[in-house]
């Protein structure tokens, strides 16, 4: 059996960063009061339990265990947001950025995964590029409504 050591702790970097921007949505929802932004805000949290939970099959078909964890970075980026919402009184500009940096993380890393020197079964490195593609679109679409919502404050 193709010892996957490497891959596996890319998919875990992966999933981690998937569980990251999945409770930073979580988070979000609970501090806008816009129901059009918690909408946007959950199906993002959505999208990424569905990546983890699809790379996580992956992880176990090559040998890896699941990954469940949220990183220590993601943990501390969390609280730094709720400190920052609770300044802010949950502006939905301080929101909105917040989570535009999330989703800045996260396609830095996927595209460190994807461009690192390890050697990627064609069946999962369809699937991350995929996936990453999907979420540039969630950064686009995040951004759009960051910038919309600063021109609506004007």
Known sequence: MIMYTDLIKTMNDLVRVNNDRAAGYDTAVAQTEDPGLKHIFQSMADQ???YGFELNRHIKEVGGEEETDTSVAGDLYRTWMD????????????ILASCEYGEDVTLKVYNMALTNDIEIPQNILDIITRQFGELKLSHDRIRKYRDLNKELKK
């Open 83 to 94: 400190m920052k919402a609770d300044f802010t009184a949950n502006s939905d500009d301080s």
């Open 48 to 50: 990424s339990r569905e």
